[in-house]
């Protein structure tokens, strides 16, 4: 009995010190944001309710955490490198954890330029994202469609205030099986050869056991207007692996702040609300969904465009 409460305690421990990590708390809005895409991707609209109900999923989400949670899901997704990760921890060895600390609180290119691997962590990190931004875009084809259809006109609407319901998301959590899955530690999963690992370009629809074909792979170059942003997911994840995530507080929350990418997000949301008050049919619903709700909004975060060549 003893040895049972003692590991008991021991998993209570472990649960209280991962929860308090900081990449993996501000994961957990970018992954409530795929999830509701997964759900959209194959949920069945076939009245006003499901109409209302995508609409809601599609404004629930806060430009901030997302912002965070997406600069987070880079971050995580480079510590799958092995090339890179081992490059950080070969830079600790000939340097000192110390001397490395130094160089990511005060130079952003450090994690890219320094360690040897880089290249292969920022191709995962594109490739992750560059997945994800065409999920979105699917998406939003998804819901032009719906929009073109003719009978969904005779469809009755709520009566409420549209653009204030949507302005009251609530708060909402993981389950607890998908939490599980969304924590990794460096080199703990394998994107490069499996497509449904974490960071791999096939994870959403796995995590959401949803059929679809993994894209063929594919060099990436990172968009001008979000190279800073890169080199922060580079930054926080090197910090991951060296274990001072928690302690490097203030560059952690720098890393994780990026307000064209919020701005960007939150003027979308504010569109969408507004392009919600005034739509008279569910097709215009499907057609602000689809603009403001994932076209416009994967193009905030996209950071990958195909390589020259």
Do not use: K
């Amino acid at each position: 009995m003893r040895l049972i409460a003692l590991a008991a305690a021991v998993c209570l421990w472990a649960g209280a010190a991962n929860a308090q990590e900081p990449l993996h708390q501000a994961l957990d809005a970018y992954a409530l944001y795929q999830t509701d895409i997964t759900t959209m991707l194959d949920a069945e609209i076939a009245d006003s309710a499901a109409m209302d109900a995508a609409l809601d999923r599609t404004a629930r989400h806060d430009p901030e955490r997302l912002t965070r949670g997406w600069l987070a899901y880079g971050a995580l997704t480079a510590t799958q490198s092995p090339a890179w990760v081992n490059g950080v921890r070969s830079r600790v060895r000939a340097a000192g954890r110390a001397a490395v600390l130094r160089q990511l609180r005060r130079d952003w290119s450090y994690a890219r330029r320094r360690p040897p691997g880089s290249a292969e962590a920022v191709q995962l990190i594109l490739r992750a994202l560059a997945s994800d931004t065409a999920r979105a875009n699917d998406l939003a084809i998804r819901f032009e469609s719906l929009g073109a259809a003719s009978d969904t006109s005779a469809w009755t609407r709520r009566s409420v205030d549209r653009e204030a319901a949507l302005r009251a998301p609530g708060t909402r959590t993981l389950a607890p099986e998908l939490i599980l899955q969304l924590r990794p530690t460096p080199l703990s999963a394998s994107p490069l050869i499996d497509a449904d690992a974490f960071g791999g370009v096939r994870f959403w629809d796995g995590l959401g056991n949803r059929a679809s074909a993994a894209a063929p792979v594919r060099q990436w170059r990172v968009v001008a207007a979000h190279a800073g942003a890169l080199d922060r997911m580079l930054t926080l994840g090197a910090l991951f692996v060296v274990g001072a995530t928690e302690n490097e507080t203030a560059r952690v929350n720098a890393a994780l702040t990026d307000e064209p990418v919020t701005q960007c997000l939150a003027l979308q949301q504010l569109q969408l609300r507004q392009c919600a008050s005034v739509t008279s049919s569910p097709n215009e619903d499907a057609f602000c969904i689809a603009r403001h709700g994932f076209i416009g909004a994967s193009a905030c975060m996209a950071i990958a465009a195909p390589a020259q060549g």
